[in-house]
């Protein structure tokens, strides 16, 4: 199976398991002379067993990260910490950039204070974009190895 199979699995057993969950607690008590909608304990065991199948899953993805080799971008798991903080320092120069952006120079009378800027909107938005792009390449590297890697067992 290749990571990228394997990774789709594990969001399927996520989901699977918020519904579980769902159903468990919807079915866990129910009026006195009336059936309850599910078997809460057929429900809980198999909860059980998928987040038993889910461990598995994520013990396997993550040996196979840290053993798959992306080059310059190190290991896959150096590479998602990468884009992980990317994607950060990405929404911090847009919220900044935004922020200064706000309200410069306008003001309805004469006696207000007027507003500036204490960053370089400019600069930002620019810095944002470079960082946007290398999020874009990076990810591309990154799931071109998710095809093409096997899933450790």
Not at 24 to 38: F, I, R
Not at 54 to 75: F, K, M, P, Q, Y
Request: proline share 1%.
């Amino acid at each position: 199976m290749k990571l990228a199979e394997a990774l789709a699995l594990r969001a399927d057993s996520r989901r699977r398991i918020d519904q579980l969950r769902s159903r468990v607690t919807g079915s866990a008590t129910y009026q006195e002379g009336a059936e309850p909608a599910e078997d809460a304990v057929a429900l809980l065991a198999e909860a059980d067993a998928t987040l038993d199948e889910l461990e598995s899953l994520i013990r396997r993805v993550n040996r196979t990260n840290s053993a798959t080799d992306l080059g310059s971008d190190g290991t896959m798991t150096d590479a998602l910490a990468r884009r992980d903080v990317l994607r950060m320092r990405h929404a911090l120069l847009v919220s900044a950039a935004d922020a200064a952006a706000g309200h410069g120079g306008y003001r309805q009378l004469r006696s207000e204070l007027r507003q500036l800027s204490a960053l370089p909107v400019g600069e930002l938005r620019a810095r944002a974009d470079g960082v946007a792009r290398e999020i874009r390449e990076l990810d591309a590297r990154i799931q071109q190895a998710n095809w093409s890697v096997e899933l450790l067992d």
